[in-house]
């Protein structure tokens, strides 16, 4: 009689395991094997392996690294615009080549956003009813207010006063950590120029509001919830829960105080045009407070690492500098005839790029799309899909020594890459319709903070920095990445 394989292997098992231990082995092993293997219909994908992979969760690797070290390669390596990666308790495709990136952006039809994992709790905080997340119609509507409350608010003159503090609370200056001054100073511009609130983070050395946001981002990001979100339900953080509607209390309460204390800023431009409801006034304004917030401290933080690190960079930013402004404030006029330093910002976007992919995608009926090589990938209906930032900034094939911080290639100094740059590649805002609606705002932050800074201050890293041969980010989920214990020496001018 023929003895199949499967028997074989049970009945061999049998001799180690007695009946209760074979069966829960059996079930590990028929779990490992389920998790390890993509479902049938994306199998024809490029598949990054899933032990390095989970590995380099449960290590908590930075997502720019994993991207660099395991989904870049094969791009760089095999040519492929498109694999599939195993994260967040689910398989997704990964855009890598910027070909697809902008034809998956540009089609809102076909690739809209996805809905959100219900129980992770980062949408419990930014709510579902806001611009970031919402599709169609009620996108439309949002994504209107927001653009025309932007096209009315340049605040130069507010970034030139929080500059101000700021250098005040720097004093005579010494070895600072940089990375939590920049997040002070973009939730202060924040709240400022777009809530209309001051939350006096840079005033305040205990600021509340700063720690609360600082310890609910951190509690959401533990990496064993973000690799199994479907926990937040079978083991409930109770009290991060509590923490996280604390905080959005604290939110709709800055929301109560400006409906009577109206004045130039954004939420105030918002409140003007009716059509959003209490919760998407709400939920858009904490997505205003993440989607500016870290952003912009990742990109001021690794600019100004970037010009530590290369002082030949950062004294001819200065001279530059000195010479548009003179003894005049920052505005648009003198802020546009600083090429060089404009260079230094995009490229600090590009090669440490603060947001390294937008939210996931989905693709609603299936569709084939093909890369730069002419490689198709069929992606069936309801497949996530992660656009990456951070695999085209980082992408050999595009940028030359695309691991160097060379601001030159923004000025048309290196040919090979002057010619791909305007077109598909350098894209920190992303791109098509959903692009960051805050561009312009978040490029003049970043200009008049590095002009002011340029004047007024010289600084370097200090000896011994463990970012000395390369930046650190630190663990920052959701897309989000910046540098972290970035101590950087400041001397006055
Ligand atoms: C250097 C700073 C910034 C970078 C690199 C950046 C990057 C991005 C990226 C990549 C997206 C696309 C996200 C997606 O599709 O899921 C985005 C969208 C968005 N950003 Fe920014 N951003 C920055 C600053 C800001 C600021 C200062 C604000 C607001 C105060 C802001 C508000 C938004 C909003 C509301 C969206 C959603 C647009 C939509 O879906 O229609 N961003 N940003």
Sequence with gaps: MAVSLHDLITSELRHFFPGPYLLALLFIIFF??????????????????VIPLLWSFISGETENSRIKRLLLPFMQDEGEGAVLVYALGRWMVHI?????????????????????????????FIGKTNVVLSNGKTWQKHSKIIQSAFI?????????????????????????????????FTLDAIGTTILGYDFEALEDDNSSFLKQYVGVMEAMASPLYLIFPRLETLLPRHKVIKEVDSLIERFQDVLDYKRNNRGNDMLTYMLEQPGMTQEEYRDNMVTFFVAGHDTAAGAMASLVYYLARYPEYQERARKEVIK??????????????????????KEALRVNTPVTNPAPRISVSGGTVQGSNGKEYYIPPNTSIILSITSVHCNENYWTDAGTFYPDRFLGTSASDQARIDTLSWIPFSRGPRQCPARHFAMYELKTVAALMLKSWEWSLPIGSPHAKGIK?????????????????FQKL
């Design 32 to 49: 490992i094997n389920r998790l390890l293997t993509p479902p049938a219909e994306l199998r024809h994908l490029p598949c990054v392996p």
């Design 96 to 124: 890598l080549d910027p070909k697809i990136f902008k034809e998956v952006s540009d089609d809102l039809n076909q690739w809209p956003k996805e809905a959100p994992p219900t129980e992770m709790l980062f949408f419990r």
């Design 152 to 184: 009315r608010n340049l605040p130069i003159d507010g970034f030139s006063d929080l500059a101000e503090k700021l250098f005040k609370k720097m004093g005579e200056g010494g070895l600072i950590k940089w990375d939590d001054w920049t997040m002070r």
């Design 324 to 345: 548009a402004l003179g003894n005049d404030q920052p505005n648009t006029k003198n802020l546009n005839q600083i090429p060089f330093v404009h260079a230094c910002i």
């Design 473 to 489: 980010n630190g663990l920052s989920p959701f897309g989000l990445s910046s540098p972290k214990n970035l101590f950087i020496n």
